[in-house]
């Protein structure tokens, strides 16, 4: 099929994806990789620094198929890339966003928090690949006629897993953040507490922003693109 042969029912979307947006998107995502670069040259934070680096690239492969599919919305393989790539690019960055809270809870100190460092990406992290898993094989049982439902059923299960497991780590930040508000001894980097009482909640609404940023992305990509296959 074409854009002269077949309608847009025919496709794998009933509009054309917009040009501009999601070239504008691209090279945004391409210009933050660039920072990332220069940022692991600098501070040489590798696991961050990979976690943001493969999300960024994910993000900039998926809008790439989208603009493949600007000009031809019939061929399988931009879709697929566009639909893989920016399913798994959340959960990457996500990743970054949770060894960023392990490393605010070292610099703050280990005292004030109700887990190690570790267990914070740990957890987080094994809560966003079980999602994942949830939501891909929505696409497996989807694509037979008889598995539509059961593919449906594990596609909204993997929202909702993905949507409790975000409230949990909000809820983990806040406390956090609690914890060294409401503390009163030196911190480890030789600033004194009510300092770090005025500047740790915008880090960590950053971070909450950034996990419920992932988890909006995500969840609209599943339920607009759910009817693709089932």
């Not at 934070?45 to 790439?64: D, Q």
């Not at 806040?174 to 740790?200: K, N, T």
Request: proline content about 3%; overall charge positive; hydrophobic content about 50%.
């Amino acid at each position: 099929c074409t854009l002269q042969t077949c309608t847009l029912a025919q496709a794998h979307f009933t509009y054309l994806p917009n040009l501009c947006g999601n070239s504008f998107y691209a090279a945004w995502f391409g210009l933050l990789v660039i920072l990332q670069i220069l940022l692991l040259v600098r501070y040489r934070i590798w696991g961050y620094s990979v976690a943001m680096f493969g999300g960024l690239v994910l993000e900039i492969l998926g809008y790439v198929g989208r603009i493949q599919m600007h000009f031809n919305p019939f061929t399988r393989n931009p879709f697929a890339m566009y639909l893989v790539c920016l399913t798994i690019a959340p959960a990457s960055l996500g990743a970054a966003v949770y060894i960023c809270l392990s490393r605010i809870v070292v610099v703050y100190g280990e005292k004030l928090s109700r887990f190690k460092p570790r267990t914070y990406t740990l957890v987080f992290v094994v809560c966003d690949v079980t999602s994942l898993l949830l939501q891909g094989t929505t696409y497996r049982e989807g694509s037979g006629s008889s598995s539509g439902m059961t593919g449906k059923n594990l596609m909204l299960a993997g929202l909702i897993f993905q949507v409790v497991a975000t409230l949990l780590f909000m809820t983990a930040c806040a406390e956090f953040a609690w914890r060294v508000h409401q503390a009163s001894l030196q911190l480890r980097v030789g600033v004194q507490i009510d300092r770090a009482a005025r500047e740790i909640p915008w880090v960590v609404v950053t971070e909450m922003n950034a996990d419920i940023g992932g988890a909006v992305e995500t969840c609209y990509q599943k339920f607009y693109n759910c009817s693709s296959f089932i």
